[in-house]
């Protein structure tokens, strides 16, 4: 269960402050399918960063199945994140000189592993990317750098999958696939929280949370469930 | 290892970077090997040089008084001119020129005339120097300066000495000192003439190395030297021409202190070169830490993504700069240290210590980029994101 209680986080740069979170609160149970939404620059992102212990929330408190994430040091975060986290980053993230495979193989600690690379392999077919395994991927179009990322964010069997705009460039068909793959783990017990600003994405999740400049929506409550 | 495969993968991807960072290292040992393999070379031969080895000997006949030696520039007595051959067939004893010289004051159409016959240079058998002495082909003969003009002689000159005739071959320019007095023959010509046939009154040794005993340091170098020599040459007395030991040993400390100068500096400047570079490195993939700390990797792992690249790059230089620096002391050192060219040879250890060292180098050299790849927020990378 990932508790958020009264999170805010403020960037500061030099003379100028961004507040991107102001006291938000949000309680996602295990198993649980809920998605983030809000406009860009509503603090998405920073939710989910949250949540995985990359970043340090100014003030408030998170907790993963009861331990706060920002009590712990380096190296437990480290662990946490290895164990417990598979994020999907917006911007993908894949390291260029690895090709696709050995990029999903990346989570699990060791590239190239035989393990690794056979569930590597079988979450790129589900995600319609096996034939790109060996592919670098500067050679790979915007959308199966995002399938590729969302089959490493999976790879670890985590218990819990924070996706952010994992289907932003992606096909119908593309997209399907990524929430089906969401779905199926959901289904076998993960926890899914994705970040949008799609609609569309709303109708697969147990429960939809809006942001608006770092809130929550005051019209919908900070859990509404919209199903 | 699979993180080994992950360093080769990148260092394959940023092919620019790691050659460059590779040539730093390279570079740096190259340099110290070829200065540590010429160097021990350089050792011996200094070593032999303050031995008086490589000396510059002159040898007159024992009865020699040395106050009138040295205030007419010659003996007036004489020894046999078979001490040349001796001298030169005396095993152990390297030479590079070695003449026998005749010299006397002379009374020649009413002037004082120094009478001087010279032994053509015996060189030794594999000689690659060319003579530095002169020699006078036999009826031939050169005059100084001062005759010359005292006497009107020409080149082409015929000109008789003592009933016996020359054919002037050269008349010397000025040289400001006895020279100027002197007429130079074949040293059998002017023995000749002087009635002192199979005599000599000097031996010109020069750059004499002795490879016998060039292990005993403490020895002094003329006492050596008459040593080995009094049992050939009974008859004669050695002489050391200090000097010129004493400059060249003065150029070789000067060349020692220039390289110790620089050496450092060349080790600092590649230092900071691979460091500049591992900071390079470190910028470029700050995305890939920022991912890999996002996905769990800890420091440990991301130190030795980084260390472990920096060891292969101190390792690949330390092979190559070997190889580099040897091939450098092998194919310059022999024109450099010319009397002990052949004891120029690969130093092995050097290699050990290099492939030792040198990663450590590197490691040292890129830690502070290191350091920074690894207390580095992932935040910050992947905060481009922050919505």
Same mark, same amino acid.
Do not use: G, K, V
């Given at each position: 269960m990932i508790v958020l209680r009264n999170v805010t986080k403020t960037y500061v740069s030099g003379r100028s402050k961004v507040v991107a979170l102001k006291g938000v609160t949000l309680q996602v149970e295990k198993g649980e399918f809920v998605v983030v939404r809000g406009p860009s620059g509503s603090g998405k992102t920073t939710l989910l960063m949250t949540m995985a212990a990359m970043l340090q929330p100014t003030s408030g408190s998170v907790t993963v199945d009861g331990y706060n994430l920002h009590e712990m040091n380096t190296r437990e975060k480290t662990d946490f994140r290895a164990r417990t986290i598979g994020f999907a980053f917006q911007m993908f993230h894949l390291i260029p000189y690895l090709n696709v495979g050995e990029n999903v193989a990346l989570a699990a600690g060791t590239v190239g592993q035989g393990d690794a690379r056979a569930k590597a392999r079988e979450l790129l077919r589900q995600l319609g990317m096996e034939e790109r395994?060996?592919?670098? $991927? #500067?050679?790979? #179009?915007v959308g199966e750098r995002q399938r590729a990322a969302m089959a490493r964010a999976l790879l670890n069997h985590p218990k819990i999958v924070l996706a952010d705009e994992p289907t932003g460039n992606l096909d119908p068909e593309n997209t399907a696939a990524v929430f089906s793959c969401l779905s199926n783990f959901q289904r076998e017990g993960g926890t899914v929280v994705v970040a949008t600003h799609e609609t569309e994405a709303a109708l697969l999740a147990d429960r939809v949370f809006s942001l608006r400049n770092g809130r929550g929506e005051p019209g919908l409550g900070c859990l509404e469930a919209v199903k | 290892m699979r993180i080994v495969s992950l360093i080769f993968k990148e260092i394959r991807y940023r092919k620019v970077n790691f050659v460059l960072s590779l040539v730093a290292v390279l570079t740096a040992v190259a340099l110290f090997v070829a200065f540590v393999t010429a160097g021990e070379t350089y050792r011996l031969e200094t070593r032999k040089i303050q031995l008086g080895m490589g000396q510059n000997l002159r040898i007159i $006949?024992?009865?020699? $008084?040395m106050d009138k030696f040295w205030s007419v520039g010659f003996s007036e007595y004489t020894m046999p001119e078979d001490y040349v051959r001796r001298f030169a067939a005396l095993e152990g004893y390297e030479y590079t020129h070695l003449t026998g010289t005749l010299h006397k004051k002379v009374r020649w159409r009413d002037k004082d005339v120094i009478l001087a016959g010279i032994l053509p240079e015996v060189m030794p058998p594999d000689a690659k120097q060319p003579p530095m002495t002169f020699s006078v082909n036999r009826g031939n003969a050169y005059v100084g300066f001062e005759l010359a003009r005292m006497f009107d002689i020409k080149a082409g000159d015929k000109i008789e000495i003592f009933g016996k005739p020359f054919y002037v071959a050269k008349c010397l320019s000025q040289t400001g000192s006895s020279d100027d007095i002197r007429i130079y023959g074949h040293l059998h010509d002017v023995q000749s003439v002087l009635g002192l046939e199979g005599r000599i009154n000097e031996i010109r040794a020069l750059e004499c190395l002795c490879m016998i005993e060039s292990g005993r340091i403490n020895l002094d170098p003329l006492t050596l030297a008459q040593r080995q020599l009094a049992e050939i040459l009974p008859d004669a007395k050695v002489l050391l021409l200090q000097g010129i030991a004493e400059v060249r040993q003065k150029q070789r400390a000067a060349m020692e202190g220039y390289l110790a100068l620089i050496m450092p500096i060349v080790i600092v400047a590649c230092g900071v070169w691979i460091g500049l570079l591992a900071m390079l490195n470190v910028r470029q993939r700050l995305e890939e830490i920022g991912i890999m700390r996002g996905l769990g990797y800890g420091s440990g792992k991301i130190i030795l993504l980084f260390l472990g690249r920096s060891v292969i790059i101190g390792l690949g230089g330390a092979l190559l700069g070997f190889v580099g620096g040897t091939a450098l002391a092998l194919h310059f050192g022999p024109d450099i240290f010319k009397t002990t060219a052949k004891t120029i040879e690969p130093q092995y250890v050097w290699l050990l210590w290099s492939v030792v060292i040198a990663p450590i180098f590197a490691a040292v050299s890129s830690f502070i980029p290191t350091v920074s790849a690894v207390t580095y927020d992932p935040a910050i990378t992947l905060g481009k994101e922050l919505q």
């Open positions: 395994a060996l592919h670098m $991927p #500067s050679e790979l #179009s | $006949p024992r009865e020699t $008084p």
